[in-house]
């Protein structure tokens, strides 16, 4: 019983600390309501921030990548126990973002600022599109079991847990990664851009493009010819234009 109950404490301290994670990083992109944004901080040599702030996203991506590979669950899950291995990589995951959003070293030259009051809103508007796709993304697959609170739940209830099934809802009838997508136009749907907003949006973009990838190649080997038909039905990151709307555009 305590054992079932620590889990639960654990699993639910590593959902809350990524919601204060998350919600500091759209603040710290966005410039507002944080103490310290993208463009922030003490100021050095450009030489020395670009190695710092590159190293902090490769740390990420690889903690991303590594924790979430089956091979590596296998072997964590001989440590801890298996309703807390997803709570563990959420924890990890928020930690290692939390280095990054504190030891972050900026680069504020400006690339462009866009002036114009309905261009600005515009961007605004699309930031938290991009932010709201996400979140709307992860409760339609089930976001409870993707930041690995309903397997602690299940556990403390000393019920047998199942991962959800494959399905395809809303935003995944029209690309095959809608939490990414909306990570890449909350990355990019700024009105004003550094060249520290700048690396992190390449660099975030660049690790997003080789993830997906990692990804589909574990999602074929599980599932097999139910993915590869849903991998050429639907794109990966585009909508498909609807072959009856470019017909009456012709």
């Known amino acids: 019983m305590a054992r079932r109950i620590l889990v639960l404490g654990y699993g639910t301290l590593a959902y ?13 992109l966005a410039g507002v309501g944080v103490p310290k944004d993208v463009d922030d901080g003490a100021s050095g040599p450009a030489w020395v921030a670009v190695l710092v702030d590159a190293a902090l996203l490769t740390l990420f991506a690889v903690q991303h990548s590594v924790m979430a590979r089956p091979w590596f669950k296998r072997r964590w899950t ?28 900026p680069l504020p030259e400006e690339i462009w600022s866009v002036q114009a009051g309905w261009a600005r809103a515009t961007l605004w ?43 395809q809802p809303l935003f995944y009838r029209l690309v095959r990664h809608p939490i990414m997508v909306g990570f890449l136009i909350a990355f990019w749907a700024a009105p004003d851009m550094s060249v520290g907003r700048l690396l ?22 599980e599932l097999g010819e139910r993915y590869e038909r849903y991998a050429d039905e639907v794109p990966r990151f585009v909508p498909r234009v609807p072959t ?3 017909e009456r555009a012709h």
């Open 78 to 105: 001989r440590i801890v126990p298996p309703a807390a291995e997803r709570s563990t990589y959420v924890l990890a995951a928020s930690l290692v973002v939390a280095l990054l959003l504190w030891q972050w070293r």
């Open 244 to 246: 009856a709307a470019v």
């Open 16 to 28: 809350l600390l990524f919601l204060l994670v998350f919600a500091y990083t759209i603040g710290f």
């Open 200 to 221: 992190f949006a390449a660099t975030a973009s660049a690790y997003i493009l080789v993830a997906v990838r990692f990804e589909e190649h574990d999602l074929r080997r």
């Open 125 to 167: 508007v699309l930031y938290a599109a991009g932010w709201a796709i996400l979140v709307s993304s992860t409760f339609q697959i089930g976001h409870f079991d993707l930041f690995g609170l309903r397997q602690a739940i299940a556990r403390a209830r000393h019920r047998a847990y199942a991962e959800p099934g494959f399905r």
